[in-house]
């Protein structure tokens, strides 16, 4: 019993994957996750207290985090390659202050005034001064947490195997849960006579976890890994070190299938409290909560379950990505199927679930695959060019997926994203294509020696 703590998962090493270090290791990734889904609960209660918000109005409050995670995916990720000395302590308190910057401003929502708030959302957004301040707090919290989001994957890439990689960032998908869960409770403590502690409560529990964040990293900061001094490797430098390590044709066409896959992650996202409102009408909003906890659920399940296809390729993580993408297109198929041959509002709920659980599942191999495959001394700057293009993709789809249901119905839209998949998937089989007959740690090897030989 004194060691079930330390009991490693998925048969790997005992020092990579232990139940209570994967808590520690999975809650940077939760904090972003919890950060970028944290309107689906607020939007939902301030509507409920003030009136609707329009669907332009909640678009772009759901992508000012994602546009500042964009920024600081890049910004914290080249910076952290940019150390050329103790990179683990320095990267460590680099995450920690992005980790602090984040707390900042999600604090800032939980105090911004509740007259000028509901002024904003009876208004416009891009008339109050309240409206803009939201947006820019927003904006900076995004940033943070973009920066926490690309160092948990460098720093776990020097530490452990893919699979661990991966399973951070499971995170993203348990944040949502933990924001549903934290909504639904709220609810059923205090009721919905006034919203105002709720609302605010969950924006301080976001930037209660970006605390515990910086706490994890500062104390990460003094463990003695990763001492060895290594070659330091500019923004510059990134790509053509990745050039020489004959991998940057296969991480440009993963970014491109994971800007793709982020298209359509967030997007369904977003429509899925439409669907659920149609199939389900009159439903309250602390049993709609309810049943958005449980299919939260059912997608961090899915981002779990592609844990296994790391597992089965740790050597050639783009074979995961392909078969994560498989699993995804079959079950978008049947999707298609279910609504084509039921045509009812039921089908559409049980489809537009059905997608909104698989549609996340490669994330985690999409995630694990920069670090994976990239030399480590620009693994950090790897990871956040690629993620922060795939957010690119997070943000546009989060804008542009409202007025694609609104205008064309529900059938086309699952139509679209099952063959938005189906060219992230095309993108994979190229990334496939270019690592073939050349494994991660051989290219990783290659690139030592030739950046050597370069120093």
């Not at 993108?427 to 950046?451: C, I, P, T």
């Amino acid at each position: 019993m004194a060691d079930e703590a330390n009991t490693p998962l998925l048969g790997a090493a005992d020092d990579e994957l232990g139940v209570g270090n994967v808590l520690l290791n999975v809650l940077p990734v939760t904090t972003f996750g919890y950060l970028i889904s944290v309107f689906s609960v607020t939007l939902a209660l301030w509507s409920e207290q003030w009136g609707s918000i329009s669907a332009l109005g909640g678009a772009a409050l759901d992508s000012t985090a994602l546009i500042g995670a964009v920024g600081g995916m890049a910004y914290f990720g080249v910076r952290a390659d940019s150390v050329q000395e103790d990179w683990h302590a320095s990267t460590a308190r680099l995450a920690a202050a992005a980790a602090l910057l984040c707390a900042a401003f999600s604090a800032v929502c939980a105090v911004l005034p509740t007259d000028a708030l509901k002024a904003s959302i009876e208004t416009s957004l891009f008339t109050t001064w309240a409206g803009y301040a939201l947006m820019v707090a927003r904006i900076g919290a995004g940033f943070g947490g973009g920066g926490i989001y690309t160092l948990a994957a460098a720093l776990e890439s020097r530490r452990h195997t893919p699979v661990a990689v991966g399973l951070a960032s499971t995170g993203v998908v348990l944040g949502q849960v933990v924001l549903y869960l934290v909504g639904w409770l709220l609810l059923l403590v205090l009721g919905l006579d006034d919203t105002g502690p709720q609302w605010r409560c969950i924006f301080a529990f976001g930037a209660l976890m970006a605390l515990l964040c910086a706490w994890r990293y500062y104390s990460l900061s003094g463990e003695a890994i990763d001492t060895q001094r290594r070659p330091r490797a500019s923004q510059q430098q990134t790509y053509d070190v990745l050039a020489d390590a004959g991998v940057l044709m296969s991480v440009q066409l993963n970014g491109m299938a994971w800007f793709l896959q982020n298209f359509a992650n967030y997007g369904i996202s977003l429509v899925y409290p439409f669907v659920l409102d149609e199939a389900l009408p009159g439903l309250s909003i602390q049993n709609t909560f309810g049943v958005s906890l449980l299919v939260s659920v059912g997608a961090f399940g899915a981002c779990c379950f592609s844990l296994l296809f790391l597992r089965r390729n740790p050597d050639d993580p783009s074979k995961a990505v392909l078969e994560s993408f498989a699993t995804t297109l079959l079950t978008a198929s049947v999707s298609i199927l279910v609504v084509v041959f039921l045509e009812n509002i039921t089908s559409r709920f049980v489809a537009c679930i059905l997608i909104r659980i698989v549609v996340g599942l490669p994330s985690a191999t999409l995630y694990a695959y920069p670090v994976s495959v990239a030399p480590p001394e620009v693994a950090a700057a790897a990871h956040g060019l690629v993620a922060g293009a795939a957010k690119a993709g997070a943000v546009l789809g989060t804008v542009a997926f409202y007025p694609i249901y609104d205008a064309v119905g529900f059938l086309a839209l699952v139509i679209i994203t099952a063959g938005t998949l189906l060219l992230a998937f095309g993108a994979a089989v190229l990334a496939y294509v270019s690592l073939k007959g050349r494994g991660a740690s051989d290219a990783q090897r290659s690139a030592y020696s030739k950046l050597d030989d370069k120093t």
